[in-house]
């Protein structure tokens, strides 16, 4: 959720003002206007330079995430900053070929002319960033939008605050300020942004907020890319490698303190493995945070008191296997394994957004399929299993946004693939080529002679007399 947080600071910042809002989304159109996006050379340069941004502010960009978050360097680096250093890196080298006409499939009375998609920039786009990855979720979108051609209004999260007040005085320092400028607020200054006129949206948050999003764009009949959540199930079948299984799980859980929207947020598995998927996330737990979790640099904070208060709730009246304390001071939950747990209780109704791990019991593949398909489509599915045949079938009858099998979270990694959800995880994608692709319109082209016009004879009224050859 959006919810209202003290303006965050930087000299090129809207600051809250109502008035200014809409100047800005103004001039970033008269920029957009004016052509300058549209060279190649230029998309590259902007991209260069935010590439060095990211290399020259990156102890910077690290504090900000640690006051935010309590990220420790090796974390920030590797679990947001590398991602989008990536995908820079990438889309530089592969944009020279995507902005170039694709020649298409000629029919029998075009064979003359020239048939061709020319990817063309939409023109304003609004990223509006999540506060979870609050660096990677505002600047990864942003790369697709540069490297297609557009201006980039920005909307960080106000919830993570440090990074959104960095971004504010940083963006304008590498990059354009009239062509990429950075809006700073809580709830009244987006509600004032997502009143203005913009030719894509794209946000990352919750469900809840994605309507709100969607509802003001359509307005302007807007096209938006919603990132979103839900419950993205974990299958672990009988016959894996349970403690491989369960170490990757962990990692996935409990990495950023639950608070990754493709994290595990639930196991499926079979009653007789239960006690020992338990005892195996334990394990893993120990060996990645020590003993004690709140003692380990690389174990995060919940990012607010709401967000802690929502999250310990979430426990109450629940068989506690592992953990289940927290630190309302310092916003701690320990990694938390719960068992038996009942299919109508809170905590299986929401996206968690924790580090609680509910594990439910099924009996069969067929019996974890139908969980899954009797609740949202999730953003992401996860199944272990050494036996292909469970890995395709869990594929072919489920549906979610993405899947990894016998891993977690790792399908966003891939530059090939399109990271996005479906239903209410959300719509649209991007990552890379598909990104250049969500920010385009793919323009269909067809170029004729002037001559020849014998062939096109037969088009022309009067039709009376061509009847017959009909």
Sequence with gaps: MLIPAAPATGRDCVKGAMSKISEVVQRARAAFNSG????????????????????EREKDIGGA??????RNEWNAYYDEVVYVMEEIEYTIQNLPEW????????????????????????????????????????????VGAIAAGNVVVLKPSEVSENTASLLATIVPQYLDKDLFPVINGGVPETTEVLKQRFDHILY?????????????????????????????PCYVDKDCDLDL????????????????CVAPDYILCDPSIQNQVVEKLKKSVKEFYGEDAKKSPDYGRIINSRHFQRVMGLLEGQKVAYGGTGDAATRYIAPTILTDVDPESPVMQEEIF?????????RSLEEAIQFINQREKPLALYVFS???????????ETSSGGVTANDVILHLSVHSLPFGGVGNSGMGAYHCKHSFVTFSHRRSCLVRS?????????????????????
């Excluded at 924790?354 to 099924?362: E, H, K, L, N, T």
């Excluded at 002037?450 to 009909?470: A, I, N, Q, V, W």
């Design 204 to 232: 990352t948050g919750s469900p809840g907020v994605g309507k709100i999003v969607m509802t003001a764009a359509a307005k302007h009949l807007t096209p938006v890319t919603l990132e979103l959540g839900g419950k993205s």
């Design 65 to 70: 995430l640690a006051a935010d978050l309590h």
């Design 99 to 142: 902005v170039v006409d694709e020649p298409m499939e000629k029919t029998a009375n075009t064979q003359h002319d020239e048939c061709y998609i020319h990817s063309e920039p939409l023109g304003v786009v609004l990223i509006i960033g999540a506060w979870n990855y609050p660096f990677a979720l505002t600047i990864q979108p942003m």
């Design 386 to 396: 050494q036996n292909d045949r469970v890995i395709k079938k869990m594929i072919a």
């Design 450 to 470: 002037l001559e020849k016009e014998d062939t096109f004879r037969g088009r022309y009224p009067p039709s009376l007399g061509k009847m017959t050859h009909h």
């Design 245 to 260: 299984a369960c170490r990757r799980i962990a990692w996935g859980k409990y990495m950023n303190s639950g608070q990754t």
């Design 354 to 362: 924790g580090p609680i791990m509910p594990i439910m019991c099924v």
């Design 36 to 55: 300058r996006t549209r060279p190649l050379q230029f998309r590259i340069q902007q991209l260069e330079a935010l590439r060095r941004m990211i290399k």
